[in-house]
């Protein structure tokens, strides 16, 4: 019997590559998407027999109860969002209502129609900054979101794991993603490694603040895989739980990633602006996931670096610059 599992955000960034690899496994998938940036990422899965499209406002709680109803769904993989600092800040109402007001009413709901996993995108923002500068963070440490986007990814995800409300027929997990890069269908260019990567193909230079400050990174396409070990896992194994998703290896300084793009482009202009104070600095190990769930990465940054930019010098992306590849308005 084929699973069913509904994906919230199914066009965006992320989702738009989780879909097509749940598919490829088998699933029938149903997307759950507003889209607020369209829907081309997904045109050609239309009228794919093993998926359906709902276009749906998660704050419409009625319409997403009417997704719900309309089949038996085995899974819920919550990725739909007001997603990154700079947007939640921009409308941190709108955040609030979207990524804790309308994501608590979906678990609700959830719970009451009896669908047994939930997977929720979560961040390795929720960390903030390490206390131990030598030392890295795991799913243990403590948290310290600095911006509206983290805390709510905190506060959601404290509410979905709190004990009291644990039960033997819900399975819910949080992914703490690294920080993303890679080609998807939904491109985006407001991305650490994309927008370096583009500024570079297109022949500006970078101007880099603080390049001694750590992030974790990982390609969308591992993301998608990181689903896929989570829905394959046996609910015991992944229930409450929470995992980081990356490679222990795959922590960077923003110099770090200069470095590799001088190797794609030697003669790129680089302007290093000393910065000593950054309150999001974390190096992330995320042997968890490797460990119980067998989890790898199958590319590197270096790898997502030569995927983006052949995307700008093959002519494959003409208008990098256009509103579209940003999650709010780019001014350059």
């Known amino acids: 019997m084929t699973s069913s599992v509904l994906v919230t955000g199914a066009a965006g960034y992320i989702g738009s590559v989780l879909v097509r690899a749940l598919i490829t496994h088998g699933y029938h998938v149903t997307g759950l998407d507003r889209l607020s940036f369209g829907g081309e990422s997904i045109i050609d899965l239309l009228h794919h027999p093993s998926f359906t499209l709902r276009r749906c406002d998660l704050n419409d709680h009625d319409a997403v109860d009417r997704v719900l109803a309309e ?5 819920v993989l919550h990725l739909a969002a007001i997603v990154g600092d700079p947007a939640c800040a921009r409308d941190p109402d709108e955040a609030r209502r979207t990524n804790w007001e309308a994501g608590r009413h979906l678990v609700e709901r959830c719970r009451a129609r009896g669908i047994g996993r939930f997977v929720f995108a979560s961040t390795c923002s929720n960390y903030g900054r390490m206390s131990d500068p030598t030392r890295y963070v795991d799913e243990t440490s403590p948290l310290a979101p600095v911006s509206l986007y983290a805390e709510l990814k905190v506060r959601f ?3 979905l794991l709190a004990a009291e409300n644990r039960s033997a027929d819900f399975a819910p997990t949080a992914l703490r993603f690294a920080t993303v890069y890679g080609a998807s ?6 991305l650490t490694v994309n927008e370096f990567t583009k500024d570079l ?7 880099i603040y603080g390049e ?5 990174y990982c390609h969308v396409r591992d993301f ?3 689903y896929l070990r989570v829905l394959q896992a046996p609910a015991a194994q992944v229930a409450y739980e929470v995992f980081n998703v990356g490679d222990t290896t795959e922590n960077y300084t923003k110099g770090m990633l200069v470095e590799h793009l001088l190797k794609i482009f030697p003669q790129a202009k680089i302007d290093r602006v000393t910065q000593v104070e950054d309150p999001r600095d974390y190096r992330v190990n995320c042997d968890r996931i490797r460990d119980r769930l067998g989890f790898s990465i ?3 940054v270096p790898d997502g670096m030569h995927e983006v930019a052949d ?11 256009h509103p579209r590849y940003y999650n709010i308005p780019y001014a350059g």
């Open 212 to 216: 001694q400050f750590w992030r974790p």
């Open 201 to 207: 193909a297109i022949g500006k230079g970078l101007r």
């Open 157 to 159: 995800e404290q509410y």
């Open 311 to 321: 995307l700008i010098r093959l002519g494959i992306i003409r208008e990098p610059g």
């Open 224 to 226: 998608a895989q990181a």
């Open 71 to 75: 089949r038996p769904y085995d899974a």
């Open 185 to 190: 269908s939904r491109m985006r260019f407001d």
């Open 298 to 300: 199958t590319l590197r």
